[in-house]
């Protein structure tokens, strides 16, 4: 049986704070944070939340691959994009303009119709894949406040759940480790120590993170004995034996002229209407320098995703998987900097929605990922590919087979989201 073994990811976030400002008095995100809206309106709002969601995990995909050109990528962009959000709940003046355009949120300027947006995505998230028997996804999000620090009380009110003081100033290290559980534990055990020892310290004044965490199983099982040793081309220079998968069975296949690649769309079990979450995978040609004209095409096309989900023919195909694991940290910091977010990180930065007694600054920002593709039991031997564009139905099995670099993504229907993304390279 093979199976998606735990895809868990953490992100942090830490805000550092040192000067003190005088004490205003307000809302927290607009001058009336209680304006109601119908379901409709919430509803429409969710969406375009998902849509620019979508289009920063394109934008992100860009800068972590242009930081990183040779080697394996793998990250959380949904992570990533709850962090900032919250981020965005806290921001003022400038600094919110800058997180609402990083974060594509240009379809409003109400904050608080983004704020019940991520209450419903939050809300469902937690009903829906939480507890289902075949397939898991969690998503957890924290505001760890320094004890001392005068939160606004509209804030505590409105982040009740994400809200917990710590003690920094008296024991940052005992801090620091509890933190590290705490990501362990929403993780189930995958991620550990993410923070390193002196990460933080009496100055530290807020901590926020994002834990999430995916287990699935697949719809159409790999064989065991299937599983051979074969040679992946990394490229024409280099090759190297891995254990490739294999499986045939019926999916979702497309030949996509704008991308000039292959599409394999891999399910979970679980594909109700509420918990449909597959890997899509996208193969281009066996040729040089096709990975980077294929990232760069999809990088290009904001709406690219929402065209490709669901596409294809529903057909017999003969699929050919590596066994990989791939555990990446990832300094978000150059990466935010890449993509046009470099002000977080300036004194200047207003975070005052949090604190309007004490001054919030960006510090650093760290994403630690790990996905582990497998199956129980494996054999060994080899094969290669047959690369072509047709789309009509072939009267033999369509061959999908990884034996060169590819880029996988697994994708969310209900939320409309990227939960993970990834570059696979070559074997580590």
Not at 12 to 33: F, K, M
Not at 86 to 105: P, V
Request: charged letters at 25%.
């Amino acid at each position: 049986m093979a199976v998606m073994k735990p895809i868990p990811c953490a992100a942090l976030v830490l805000l550092l704070a040192s000067l003190a400002l005088p004490n205003v008095h307000g809302q927290c995100l607009a001058e009336d944070d209680n304006i109601q809206h119908s379901k409709a309106d919430s509803a429409q709002s969710r969406n375009r939340l998902y849509k620019g969601e979508s289009i920063f995990t394109l934008k992100l995909l860009e800068a972590i691959n242009a930081a990183t050109p040779t080697e394996n990528v793998f990250f959380s962009p949904y992570s990533l994009y709850h962090v900032l959000l919250l981020m965005y709940f806290g921001a003022k003046s400038t600094t919110e303009k800058l997180l609402r355009t990083g974060l594509e949120l240009h379809w409003t300027t109400d904050k608080p119709v983004v704020w019940q947006a991520y209450n419903i995505g939050k809300k469902s998230l937690s009903t829906r894949l939480s507890n289902d028997k075949d397939i898991t996804f969690t998503s957890i999000d924290k505001l760890f406040f320094g004890k001392t620090i005068p939160v606004e009380e509209c804030m505590e009110d409105k982040f009740f759940d994400e809200i917990e003081k710590l003690d920094y100033e008296n024991d940052p290290e005992s801090q620091r480790n509890y933190i590290n559980n705490w990501v362990e534990n929403s993780t189930r055990g995958e991620i550990k120590d993410l923070l390193v020892p002196g990460s933080i310290t009496r100055n530290t004044k807020l901590a926020i993170a994002n834990a999430a965490y995916f287990k699935g199983t697949w719809q159409s099982k790999f064989k065991p004995e299937e599983t051979k040793k074969e040679i992946f081309y990394i490229s024409n220079e280099r090759q190297e034996f891995v254990d490739m998968m294999r499986v045939q069975g019926t999916f979702n296949h497309a030949a996509n002229e704008k991308l000039a690649c292959h599409i394999l769309e891999l399910p979970y079990y679980g594909q109700d209407e509420n918990s449909r979450v597959s890997m899509y995978v996208f193969l281009p040609p066996a040729e040089p320098n096709a990975l980077e004209k294929l990232l760069a095409r999809l990088t290009a096309s904001p709406d690219i995703l929402s065209e490709v989900v669901g596409e294809g023919i529903s057909r017999q195909v003969d699929v050919k998987l590596p066994k990989f694991s791939i555990e990446k940290t990832v300094e978000m910091k150059p990466v935010l900097e890449r993509m046009g977010m470099g002000k977080l990180f300036e004194n200047t930065a207003d975070f005052s929605g949090f604190s309007k007694r004490t001054k919030i600054e960006f510090d650093e920002v760290q994403q630690k990922s790990k996905i582990t593709v497998d199956e129980e039991g494996s054999t060994a031997a080899s094969s290669t590919i047959a690369f072509s564009f047709r789309s009509s139905r072939p009267a033999d099995p369509a061959m999908f087979h990884c034996n060169h670099p590819f880029v996988f993504i697994i994708y969310d229907y209900a939320t409309q989201a990227v939960l993970f993304n990834g570059v696979y390279r070559q074997p580590e």
